[in-house]
């Protein structure tokens, strides 16, 4: 049987984890075999244990190294959310950010590179994650100018 895990061990498992799913999706998001350190605020802590305590609810125990933070919770032991349902919540996210007014040329962004890059994150990115969005921002633009998106 693992060990349980408990803070600072699982929230470095968990970001190793999410960033190696998004990885598979986008290989721009690794950076190599040095791991990527993203400290977390307050707010993140607590959505974090929030997501903790609905797994104990639904599996009646503490959630292990190897548990879903975010799980499927329809099912009776836990599981990773599907890829299906991953591009269902990136969808409606992006949906949300056209909607609510944001600059289409930062949802385009965010829809090419799989990722939000803000002035409170940049300094978690890499010069590439940091090129790869302003291209995106700038191809859209130009696409603008071009005539090719209306």
């Known amino acids: ?4 895990a408990t803070g600072h061990s699982r929230l470095k498992l968990m970001a190793k984890r999410l960033a190696q799913r998004i990885g598979r999706r986008k290989s721009s998001h690794q ?23 609905l797994f ?9 190294l190897d548990d879903p933070l975010f799980f499927d919770p329809g099912v009776a032991a836990p599981q990773f959310l599907s890829d ?7 969808k409606s ?12 040329a930062i949802v385009y962004a965010m829809n090419k590179t799989g990722r939000i890059v803000t ?12 090129q790869e969005w302003s291209d995106a921002v700038n191809e859209y633009r ?9």
């Open 56 to 64: 104990r609810e639904q599996f009646g125990r503490e959630p292990g």
């Open 93 to 104: 996210l992006l949906q949300a950010a056209g909607d609510s007014g944001i600059d289409p």
């Open 1 to 4: 049987m693992r060990p349980q």
């Open 31 to 53: 950076v190599g075999e040095a791991e990527k350190i993203i400290p977390i605020n307050h707010e993140t802590a607590e959505i974090i244990a929030q997501q903790e305590k």
């Open 84 to 90: 299906k349902s991953t591009d269902e919540i990136w």
């Open 119 to 130: 002035e409170a994150n940049l300094e978690l990115q890499t010069d590439s994650e940091v």
């Open 142 to 150: 130009q696409k603008i100018e071009s005539g090719e998106i209306q």
